[in-house]
């Protein structure tokens, strides 16, 4: 058991907003058509009402991915930055155009699938900031299998074959629908590259026993300063973290015990 890792958990949903709509999003489109049958995002197209809950979701999502962009020039500079702020424009101009366009449908599905992954993700992170490195391990893994699994999967085959494919049968060709797919092909590059490393780190993780610092999170102005650090003072971020610094308990790092496995 960790003794900080319910107030890390309360910590963290706090300031990184984590689980924050993918449980509500899942709720609601458990009870629609469009989730089991995917033309069915395009019937009625553009006449399809915009529902209220719908409505406050995409305010969240793109107040969150807003936040996020802003942050990275806050935040200590990682060797990623460029990829993630491409990313981050990214999801910006497809939530927007989206909404703008009334293409909410199938806008809800990309969200949900993406923000799957990320929840593991999350919890991986929380069981790293309580040194529980073992449960840290095993929720990397975890979350490898569902992003590779939901993003060179179920992305391709049930998004954009929708978006390139459905679509086009249910209403021909229009300008908005090459940016939309734009936009979408270039999410799943990203998901290409990303996906090499998580790969890339998995096995390291397996054949070392450990996950390795991650390599698209290494910080390029103090990683090498953190090296010289030993381990019992130390806790060494096995994937992308919100800081470096374990001073007073600040960025994600609590001074409390850590977990029995560890001892």
Known sequence: FCPSLVLTIYAYIAQNGVYRPFFFLSFFLSQTPWLWNTRQCWNGYPYQPLMPD???????????????????????????????FTHHIVTV???????????????????????????????????????????????FLIFAIVFIVSRLGIYPLWILNTTLFELYEALGNFPALWVFNVLLVILQILHWFWSYLIIKAAYKAVSKGKVAKDDRSDIESSSDEEETVPRSKTLHSTITTNGTSGANGTNGYLTGGTCSEEH
């Not at 793109?62 to 993630?84: H, T």
């Not at 009334?102 to 999350?122: F, I, Q, S, Y």
């Open 93 to 139: 101009t497809l939530i927007t155009f989206s909404y703008v366009t009334n293409l909410t449908r199938v806008g809800t599905l990309t969200l949900c699938l993406h923000d799957a992954a990320d929840v593991v993700l999350e919890a991986a992170k929380m069981a790293n900031y309580c040194k529980c490195q073992k449960l840290s391990d095993l929720l």
């Open 54 to 84: 719908l409505h406050y979701y995409y305010i969240v999502e793109l107040s969150f991915y807003w936040s996020l962009m802003f942050s990275q020039f806050i935040d200590i500079k990682r060797k990623d930055f460029g990829i993630m």
